[in-house]
């Protein structure tokens, strides 16, 4: 299938501000779609993991501009490539993408990539904020981190608080997110999102 565009999501940076090894992963996937024409224009998304904002760091670049080296040295035409610099979480990356990037081009057939770990999240969250008009697959780049069984215990987690904070919210209707990212009770209290 053809999409519109490809989402590359962030996943952290490391403690010295650079990409993780599997976040190189999905911009290798990304380069492979896009070399196949899967989708003609990609976003790079992401700000930093609100991790920092907790413990008082601001990194010195966001992760979607770490990105961005790696796609032009593989030859990936910069007019072909979107950031979206404002997401600290998944449910930013979804929002922040859809109201910056996705609606304003009129982006309907979205293709995600994403870690292995991190598909179910991704599905969910996605499909919720986006709702009905949107065709939204999700590719998984393979981790070693999907064996961790820690790993799928947190994933769970982090999904069952972010469900019950999007509890209210209508499939779709991503107005009610607009004065609550990053603020109020949800954000505050929560150390790993």
């Known amino acids: 299938m053809a999409y519109d565009v490809m989402i590359v999501l962030g996943h952290k940076l490391s403690p010295s501000f650079t990409l993780m090894p599997y976040t190189i992963s999905c911009l290798q996937k ?4 896009y070399q196949e024409g899967i989708a003609p224009k990609i976003i790079l998304s992401g700000k930093w ?3 920092w904002d907790f413990v008082g760091i601001t990194p010195s670049i966001t992760e979607a501009a770490a990105m ?3 796609l032009l040295d593989y030859g990936i035409p910069k007019e072909d490539i979107f950031l979206e610099e404002e997401s600290k979480d998944t449910i930013g990356n979804a929002y922040f993408c859809k ?3 996705i609606e ?3 982006f309907r057939k979205i293709v995600i990539i994403c870690e292995d770990f991190h598909v179910k999240r991704v599905e969910k969250l996605f499909k919720l904020i986006y709702g009905k008009g949107y065709i939204i697959d999700i590719i998984a780049v393979p981790t070693y981190e999907s064996e961790e069984t820690s790993v799928g215990e947190e994933e769970e987690s982090i999904l069952t608080r972010q469900l019950q904070f999007l509890s209210s919210m209508k499939e779709g209707e991503d107005s009610f997110l607009k004065d609550k990212l990053y603020e109020g009770s949800y954000y ?3 150390f790993q999102i």
Do not use: C, D, G, V
């Open 188 to 190: 505050k209290n929560q």
């Open 68 to 70: 961005i080296p790696i």
């Open 49 to 51: 993991s609100i991790q």
């Open 99 to 101: 109201k910056l990037l």
């Open 104 to 106: 304003p081009n009129n």
């Open 30 to 33: 990304a380069k492979e779609l």
